[in-house]
């Protein structure tokens, strides 16, 4: 027999699995030492409105049956060694799903990975944090995994139209991630988990006759007429398929470029341009849990989501909260010599001291009219120009300009900076000689608007660490709505974050996955 609870518990009751059992038992009216039943929570979410945190929880307890798996996706692989190939170019989330769907439906992806395997790029992840050296094909953003292998793992998404988000995450599971993301409102995985997450996919995909190159950078598209037939490598080899995936992340410039001189048609896109926020964990905590400084043994790190309208010289722009990371560390995230980008990210137990965010304002093609000049790449060589110039505030290493909130908001130069989770080192700077006036006003609007909506959050024991800008592509590679073909290339899919159509690891691969399944359906008979 099933019987199903919805429960406000104590983070105690919640998270303590024999506390639980107790809870839902009594809840049942059975006695707290039977043995025959099995309970377990389907779906968890924290509600810190109150001042005292409460964990609502749906549950279910099997009597006297044998509950069933919690996975309901099994994906059945079968060897396609040799069938005809597409091509993926890129071995991001959006990547490795449409390659695992390709293989799904019977037909072998070929996936093209610019960057070295996941193991691999930690020498050179290690080199920017230490020796300040970029590698401009393996660093955090480039190499198998894409962005989000170390990242924090953010799994939870809005993009519930894109795909089957259970389903996504049904793979990750069956793929080494724990069923407690299937359970948490907000899931996550962790930058100590994922590198083996990304190891055991790939795996799956050369398991069932699929090809993952690595080092192999896309130089140029193999046209005939107005349909792709394939790619060519910086080692001159070329690769050809039923059709190419081009699924290569939001910083992937070189791409863009080659798009450009091909003639192929993408547009500037709108994105968010800011810093890094870094707080004490145990500040972020008390103002969330109304805990003091100890929010205790079972609730996890908390977090926050924030956003501001603000208007400046008449124009209204969000100032908002992006990839918040409880408990986690800030990191070098540029792809090139001579630039300067900040990331954030947590390991799975988010036990760190530090809090960061990006704080980001959106940023409209009407704010850059002098970069107008360069058409779809507008947005683009924006961004990039604002990276330089961090670079040069920062020392020209990859030590990266910072100051401290209030002294920011009150335009002084912080005669010191805090103590940090980013490695690479701090550069005491006047973070609006780095931005450009339209973002740096707005932040200040907006950090003593959050202070507001979180008492203690505006505060000199805060800095900005610049330079977060790589929130999301600043080039959109067009298609069509239904069939996700590019505009104007037959047998062209631009997938993912890097095509304008996804903004995390979930959404990504849900894109990939239709992006295989359209192709598939369109060329394969």
């Known amino acids: 027999m099933k019987k199903e609870f919805t429960l406000q518990l104590s983070p105690q009751e919640a998270y303590d699995p024999i506390i639980f059992q107790e809870v839902i038992l009594k809840k049942a009216g059975l006695p707290v030492d039977s043995t025959d039943v099995v309970a377990r929570q389907v779906k968890r979410s924290i509600d810190a409105r109150g001042r005292n945190v409460k964990v609502n929880i749906l549950a279910e307890l099997f009597v006297k049956e044998t509950p069933p ?46 960057g070295k395997d996941v193991r691999s790029r930690r020498r050179d992840l290690a080199a920017i944090n230490k020796d300040h050296v970029v590698n401009p094909d393996s660093n955090y953003c480039f190499g198998e995994g894409g962005a989000g292998t170390y990242s924090d793992g953010k799994l939870y998404t809005r993009s519930k139209k894109r795909g089957d988000i259970r389903r996504i995450m049904e793979i990750f599971v069956a793929h ?24 055991d996919l790939r795996e799956s995909i050369r398991q069932f006759g699929g090809e993952v190159l690595f080092d192999t950078r896309v130089e140029d598209f193999i046209l005939e007429g107005n349909e792709m037939k394939g790619v060519v490598t910086q080692h001159g080899d070329k ?25 192929i048609t993408i547009e500037a896109k ?37 956003v501001h309208q603000t208007e400046f010289k008449k124009k209204q722009r969000g100032v908002f909260s992006f990839c918040m990371c409880p408990g986690g ?12 980008v900040v990331n954030g990210m947590s ?23 002098e970069y107008q000049k360069f058409g779809p790449l507008a947005a683009m060589e924006f961004q990039a120009d604002i990276e330089k110039k961090a670079w040069l505030y920062g020392g020209k290493t990859q030590a990266a300009p910072a100051q401290r909130m209030v002294d920011f908001v009150e335009k002084r130069v912080s005669s010191n900076l805090l103590d940090t989770s980013y490695q690479p080192g701090l550069n005491s700077v006047e ?20 202070g507001q909506k979180m008492k203690g959050y505006y505060t000199n024991d805060s800095q900005l660490i610049g330079l977060e800008s790589r929130t999301s592509s600043p080039v959109r590679i067009p298609r069509d709505r239904e069939s996700f073909e590019h505009v104007q290339i037959k047998r062209l899919y631009p997938c993912g974050e890097g095509a304008g159509y996804a903004g995390g690891i979930v959404s990504a691969a849900m894109d990939g996955e239709r992006c295989a399944e359209r192709l598939i359906e369109a060329y394969v008979k």
Do not use: W
């Open 69 to 114: 798996a919690m996975l309901d996706h099994r994906p059945e692989y079968k060897n396609v060694g040799n069938e005809d190939p597409i091509i993926i170019v890129g071995a991001g989330p959006a990547g490795l799903f449409a390659a695992l769907r390709a293989i799904e439906l019977g037909v072998k992806p070929i996936v093209i990975e610019r």
């Open 270 to 306: 709108p994105f968010a341009l800011g810093v890094r926020i870094e707080h004490s964990q145990n500040l972020i905590d008390s103002i969330q849990y109304h805990c003091g400084l100890d929010r205790g043994p079972y609730l996890p790190a908390s977090a926050y989501s924030l």
């Open 239 to 263: 690769i050809t398929g039923i059709g190419v995936i081009l699924a290569t992340g939001h910083s992937a410039r070189d791409i863009f470029y080659l798009l450009h001189k091909k003639e």
């Open 431 to 450: 973070m609006r000689d780095v931005l450009p006036d339209f973002i740096s006003e707005r932040l200040a609007m907006a950090f003593k608007a959050f």
């Open 347 to 369: 390991p799975s137990r988010r036990d760190g001291k530090f809090a960061n965010s990006g704080i980001v304002a959106s940023v409209e093609l009407e704010d850059l009219p």
């Open 176 to 199: 080494g991630a724990t069923e407690e993301i299937l359970v948490d409102a907000h899931p996550h995985i962790g930058t100590n988990k994922l590198p083996k997450l990304v190891e």
């Open 329 to 340: 560390f800030i990191v070098p995230s540029a792809t090139a010599p001579g630039e300067l």
